[in-house]
């Protein structure tokens, strides 16, 4: 790995903590490295695969967005319904090098014009994980680069930074993906504390599996959302789980059920032979959207009450949603909170939000080549079973 020593390297930059970071070698021991930026603009290649988007991009202090590629796998798992996690890890095998370089080209620039490597190594399906995180420490081996590692959950949060061009730390995070929805105080961009989740299913997660059972496309969201736009969001009355608990935690999976058995009742139907109507399903969506975003909004006010914090910054595929977007807003207007959600291209997963890794370089966080993949499959303890 690319831990040139102070005395070695002729180009040391003065002007950032980076330049002469402290990191460990290929054999953990602490080292002190110095790492040259041409036109001393830092520039990192972001490179994410954690789940089912094949993406990187290449970054710049501010942040700047010099380059970037996201190749969606959606074809490949729509009929199944959700994410095949083998048939996604083969996927990002197929594409990372491309993606890659897509991403250089559109940037401009050569792999040795780049500081350093960063790559989402935690949550997420492990194959996936492991495609891109082995494709970033080749990078390093090969280009003698440092590697960055980036928390997933952590860069949806970042994305509102980019997009904010200004400080929103800060803030309370609500993360709301395929396989999260977790409320976060986020003292900095990289200092975050759990402040509750889903104890059962996560947001995206019962949007995928809702639009299986009504017949609609994957990814779900997407298709619940169009859907509802021509239904009566009162049409049913399904529930709020935990929505007026003092805890900060959400629940899903009887909201979930709740519209398996509006369908159908108990048994194991084939749900592709049920003859729905559309004005059903257009209600039924409609009535378990405005559900889920219920949930959502109000624990996202009560995280602020609870934290003081009057800044509120909304990631993860599910803040891609119209309708809690449209909520939030309101919300914001009325409560007089600093609200900013994710833009449209940034909600679903990118490497652009890898852009956290310019402040973990800037702190010198730099990682062993023995950094590892962590799927993250233990949920954080919900809030009523923590003990601090
Ligand atoms: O953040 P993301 O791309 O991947 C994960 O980290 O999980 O989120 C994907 C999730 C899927 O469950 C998808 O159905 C949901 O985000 N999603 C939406 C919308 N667009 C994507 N959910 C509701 N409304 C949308 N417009
Ligand atoms: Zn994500």
């Known amino acids: 790995m690319a831990a040139a020593s102070e005395a070695a390297s002729p180009m040391m930059r003065t002007n950032s903590a980076a330049s002469a970071a402290s990191t460990r070698g290929c054999d953990g021991e602490t080292t002190s490295a110095v790492w040259h930026s041409k036109n001393d603009m830092t520039r990192i290649l972001c490179i994410e695969t954690t789940c089912d988007e094949t993406a990187a991009a290449v970054v710049g202090d501010g942040p700047t967005v010099l380059g970037e590629v996201v190749a969606t796998q959606d074809a490949l798992h729509q009929r199944f319904g959700g994410v095949v996690p083998e048939i996604a890890s083969r996927a990002h095998l197929e594409r990372i090098l491309p993606v890659i370089d897509e991403a250089l080209r559109r940037a401009q620039l050569r792999l040795d014009e780049i500081d350093a490597v960063a790559v989402a190594n935690t ?178 006010m009560q995280a602020l009450r609870a934290s003081g914090l009057s800044t509120l910054c909304v990631g993860g595929g599910v803040a ?37 890794a310019l402040e973990r370089f800037r702190a010198g966080l730099v990682e062993p080549l023995d950094l590892d993949a962590f799927p993250g499959l233990l949920r954080p303890k919900p809030s009523a079973e923590r003990t601090t």
């Open 123 to 300: 949550p997420g399906l492990a194959g996936s994980l492991l495609v891109g995180l082995v494709a970033a420490k080749t990078l390093c081996v090969a280009c003698g680069k440092p590697l960055i590692a980036v928390n997933h959950l952590q860069a949806h949060i970042y994305a509102c930074r980019i997009a904010a061009g200004r400080e929103v730390f800060p803030c309370v995070g609500l993360i709301v993906s395929g396989g999260h929805t977790s409320l976060y105080r986020c003292r900095n961009a990289l200092e975050f504390e759990f402040l509750g989740g889903t104890i059962d299913d996560a947001a995206g997660e019962a949007f995928d599996k809702v639009a299986q059972m009504l017949g609609l496309p994957f990814p779900g969201g997407p298709s619940i959302q169009k859907a509802a736009a021509q239904g009566n969001p009162r049409a049913f009355s399904f529930p709020r789980a935990l929505i007026d608990d003092a805890r900060l935690d959400f629940s899903f999976s009887g909201l979930k059920t709740a519209v398996r058995y509006q369908l159908v009742g108990p048994g194991k139907p084939d749900f592709s032979k049920l003859d729905l109507s559309p004005q059903f399903v257009a209600d039924a969506a409609a009535s378990f959207q405005e559900a889920v975003v219920d949930c959502l909004v109000a624990k996202a």
């Open 320 to 356: 891609a949603n119209a309708r809690f977007r449209e909520r939030l807003e309101d919300e914001a207007r009325k409560g007089g909170f600093d609200l900013v959600i994710a833009p449209l291209k940034l909600c679903t997963d990118n490497a652009v939000m890898g852009a956290i």
